[in-house]
T-cell receptor
Framework: GESVGLHLPTLSVQEGDNSIINCAYS??????FIWYKQESGKGPQFIID?????DKRQGQRVTVLLNKTVKHLSLQIAATQPGDSAVYFC?????????FGTGTSLTVIP | ETGVTQTPRHLVMGMTNKKSLKCEQH?????MYWYKQSAKKPLELMFV???????ENNSVPSRFSPECPNSSHLFLHLHTLQPEDSALYLC??????????????FGEGSRLTVL
């Protein structure tokens, strides 16, 4: 089966600092990747996506980097805010299925 | 307002009860999914429907029975569940199940507790 893992289960950052959340995936055939944010008691929310023909994609305060050589995905959040506290997980798309990581819990310290 | 609505948000049931979870999407999507989310585990795909047809059953026990009457509605019928089935059940939709058709849109989930 697929293996999508996150390097750290928890991450604490000071408000205003940048956050980096990492994800490793196992299937080199995966061609589409997504980062989701899940707040307590809510469903996962789309943050940003990237296709395998790209190395980097930027959104509002977020950047996703894709390194296909080492099958690594990262999410960078600039100027982290208290509202960014949540669980973040990556998903890879292979064929018709999405495979998800277990998640990194981000805590922003005021 | 989310494009994917799940009801009920919370459900407590005994092992002999029969209940159903409902999902409705207002996004015009053709594919709908049920996922199970347990603590400290990745999301587990349960069922996939594309244009009302089931395309994936991820070895889910028969005590979970999905129903997809149309592309906008998805049900999960529950019968004689076990305590280990307690989890957050997430419904999702996407434009289609074909590769690269875009992200999954999730509902807020139904928190199920089996006593």
């Amino acid at each position: 089966g697929e293996s999508v893992g996150l390097h750290l289960p928890t991450l604490s950052v000071q408000e205003g600092d940048n956050s980096i959340i990492n994800c490793a995936y196992s299937n080199s055939a995966s061609d589409y990747f997504i980062w989701y944010k899940q707040e307590s008691g809510k469903g996962p929310q789309f943050i940003i996506d990237i296709r395998s023909n790209m190395d980097k994609r930027q959104g509002q305060r977020v950047t996703v980097l894709l390194n296909k050589t080492v099958k690594h995905l990262s999410l960078q959040i600039a100027a982290t805010q208290p509202g960014d506290s949540a669980v973040y997980f990556c998903a890879e798309n292979t064929g018709n299925q999405f495979y998800f990581g277990t998640g990194t819990s981000l805590t922003v310290i005021p | 307002e989310t494009g994917v609505t799940q009801t009920p948000r919370h459900l407590v049931m005994g092992m002999t009860n029969k209940k159903s979870l409902k999902c409705e999407q207002h996004l015009g999507h053709n594919a709908m999914y049920w996922y199970k989310q347990s603590a400290k585990k990745p999301l587990e795909l349960m069922f996939v429907y594309n244009f009302k047809e089931q395309t994936e059953n991820n070895s889910v026990p028969s005590r979970f029975s999905p129903e997809c009457p149309n592309s906008s509605h998805l049900f999960l019928h529950l019968h004689t569940l076990q305590p280990e089935d307690s989890a957050l059940y997430l419904c999702a939709s996407s434009r289609s199940t074909g590769g690269g058709t875009g992200e999954l849109f999730f509902g807020e989930g139904s928190r199920l507790t089996v006593l």
